[in-house]
């Protein structure tokens, strides 16, 4: 198993930056998808972002698409979410998430079922 913590959540104003990350230890070779996803009050869980292994091929949700990225920094197991022009639909509880490959999955990791391995989760708060 991984062990996922994220940070760098907070209160800010909407069309401001946040910068996310998620540092993982533990059986870190068996990451293959890096993903991102977000729980908002009353709300289903929502996914964010995947960065896959590899080449590090990266897939967005519709709602972040050109506004968030996620990138990966190998050598200190960390994964990072940037995000740009906050709204405040953005306000949500936001989980790291790690999972192995799998050929099932495949195109599919933007489904929870993808991760084995979870975050506690950290809070954004965008006020307008």
């Known amino acids: 198993q991984v062990q996922l913590v994220e940070s760098g959540g907070g209160l800010v104003q909407a069309g401001g930056s946040l910068r996310l990350s998620c540092a993982a230890s533990?059986?870190?070779?068996?990451?293959?998808?890096m993903g991102w996803f977000r729980r908002a009050p009353g709300k289903e869980r929502e996914f964010v972002a995947v960065?896959?292994?590899?080449?590090?091929?990266?897939k967005y949700g519709d709602s972040v698409t050109g506004r968030f990225t996620i990138s990966r920094d190998n050598a200190k197991n960390t994964v990072y979410l940037q995000m740009n022009s906050l709204k405040p639909e953005d306000t949500a509880d936001y989980y790291c998430?790690?999972?192995?490959?799998?050929?099932?999955?495949?195109?599919?990791?933007?489904?929870?079922?993808?991760?084995?391995?979870w975050g506690q989760g950290t809070q954004v708060t965008v006020s307008s």
């Open positions: 533990g059986r870190t070779s068996s990451m293959y998808f």
């Open positions: 960065i896959r292994g590899g080449a590090g091929v990266t």
């Open positions: 998430a790690a999972g192995p490959y799998s050929s099932y999955y495949s195109g599919r990791d933007y489904l929870a079922g993808a991760y084995d391995s």
